[in-house]
Nanobody, 120 residues
Framework: QVQLGESGGGSVQSGGSLKLSCAAT????????MGWFRQAPGKEREGVAA???????RYRDAVAGRFTISRDYAKNTVYLQMNSLNPEDTAMYYC??????????????WGQGTQVTVSS
């Protein structure tokens, strides 16, 4: 069982930046692909960024070039640096572990989520 805890959400103006953190209770980041999803009101949850045990990364087209996922093995923590934020990025952001990429992204383990709100 992997438990995940997010932090770093908040409110920011358009063009601003936020950095999300996800701390895992185990050395999950060494064994599982980990990533971030988001869900805006009235919309489906969607994958945003992922980092594999090899260190390779994947991004949703809408955030590529603006968001960067990284991890610290020693701290069992995954980060999402979000730059050039716009109102369309407003959503609840969820950390996840054990990602699958068959069609729509999915995951085995989920955090509770942290809210990101971008105002124009």
């Amino acid at each position: 069982q992997v438990q995940l805890g997010e932090s770093g959400g908040g409110s920011v103006q358009s063009g601003g930046s936020l950095k999300l953190s996800c701390a895992a209770t185990t050395s999950a980041s060494r064994r599982y692909s980990m990533g971030w999803f988001r869900q805006a009101p009235g919309k489906e949850r969607e994958g945003v960024a992922a980092i594999m045990p090899t260190g390779s990364t994947r991004y949703r087209d809408a955030v590529a070039g603006r968001f960067t996922i990284s991890r610290d093995y020693a701290k069992n923590t995954v980060y999402l640096q979000m730059n050039s934020l716009n109102p369309e990025d407003t959503a609840m952001y969820y950390c996840a572990a054990g990602l699958l990429f068959v069609g729509k992204w999915s995951a085995t383990y989920w955090g509770q989520g942290t809210q990101v709100t971008v105002s124009s």
